[in-house]
């Protein structure tokens, strides 16, 4: 499986990026100029009336490859304003559509969670530092909770090693593996080689093989990563050394989530990364804060991988523009 970045005029014929390098490939404004390096960095998300911003989408196509999507912000029950509900926008997806909670097992609890997950969702992913915030024996029972209430989760195992175990959607002859690792080095949770918790930074080698496995195997490779750095505009040099590792791996997505901010999305090499999609559950409506993405691969299909703009609600990210469920066609 192959993943590529969307960017207007995308041509499959044009040679690959060289692995190791970086090409900003959705920081575009909403009629498709290119914005510079330091527009980018300084005003990704929805600034200055731009609703395009950092974005990349276009006007539906056909949908020919396999897809997996994965949710950027929701408003979580720790906003009193906002409650979790069933009217979640659904977007159509093959493979699997992929959501983090981030906050607090008390302010997100399971039974509150369960409804919106099991509508929407094939995979919950708790590899965060809120999540955990209660304490590692807590985070425990909090999955173990989840998986009762028939809500497939991932991030947490009894060890380091199972920790990075992935879970295996399939669609057909198609199948992906999602792993989890958080690499915020304050996670309370992190698993070690005989105690449970959550993949972390000593699990990067660990991880780097599954990748390999995975892909010797004729899996596809998509990799959620917890930064744990609530102020970035931009990824920070050690963010793009740790693409960098899992990239080489073979990785065919890299996904990040802790920034309060939505972040570029780059291909690097063949890898499609997004850097972040906001912070996993936010309590805050402000726009900066409320801007995100639902990130849409498409597997085999070269140029048609992109974020679709959207803005977290109690039911999830919703589309700004519903019509626009596809990424541009060159």
């Not at 919950?124 to 590692?136: D, F, H, K, Y």
Request: some cysteine; charged content about 20%; proline content about 6%.
């Amino acid at each position: 499986m192959a993943l590529a970045s969307c960017s207007s005029g995308d041509d499959p014929s044009v040679a690959p990026t060289e692995p190791g390098s970086t090409a900003n490939t959705v920081a575009k404004r909403a009629g498709g100029e290119s914005l510079d390096d330091d527009a980018v960095n300084d005003a990704a998300g929805r600034q200055a009336n731009e609703p395009g911003l950092a974005r990349s989408a276009g006007e539906p196509g056909a949908d020919e490859a396999p897809l997996l999507h994965v949710l950027g912000s929701i408003r979580s029950v720790a906003d009193s304003t906002a409650t979790f509900g069933d009217d979640a926008q659904v977007v159509r997806t093959d493979l699997a559509t992929i959501a983090s909670v981030g906050c607090a097992p008390s302010l997100c609890p399971p039974t509150e969670l369960a409804p919106w997950a099991t509508g929407q969702i094939e995979v919950l992913n708790v590899a965060t530092r809120e999540a955990a915030s209660e304490g590692g024996g807590q985070l425990g029972a909090y999955v173990e909770e989840f998986r009762q209430l028939g809500v497939t989760t991932l991030g947490y195992g009894n060890n380091i090693q199972a920790a990075v175990e992935p879970v295996i959607r399939r669609n057909g002859n198609n199948r992906v593996a999602i792993h989890s690792i958080s690499l915020d080095p304050d996670n309370p949770a992190l698993a070690t080689a005989d105690s449970p918790g959550l993949a972390g930074v000593t699990a990067l080698d660990a991880l780097r093989q599954a990748i390999i496995a995975n892909r010797n195997n004729g899996l596809g490779v998509v990799v959620l990563v917890d930064w744990g750095q609530s102020d970035l505009r931009s990824p920070s040099a050690e963010q793009i050394v740790d693409v960098e590792r899992i990239a080489e791996a073979g990785a065919d997505a890299i996904v990040g989530h802790g920034s309060d901010f939505l972040l570029r999305f780059d291909l690097v090499g063949q890898t499609a990364v997004a850097y972040g999609l906001g912070n996993s559950s936010i309590t805050s409506a402000d726009p900066l804060r409320a801007d995100t993405a639902i990130l849409r691969l498409e597997f085999d299909t070269p140029g048609r991988s992109c974020l679709l703009p959207a803005t977290a609600g109690p039911s999830g990210p919703s589309l700004d523009d519903p019509t626009i469920t596809s990424c541009q066609q060159g």
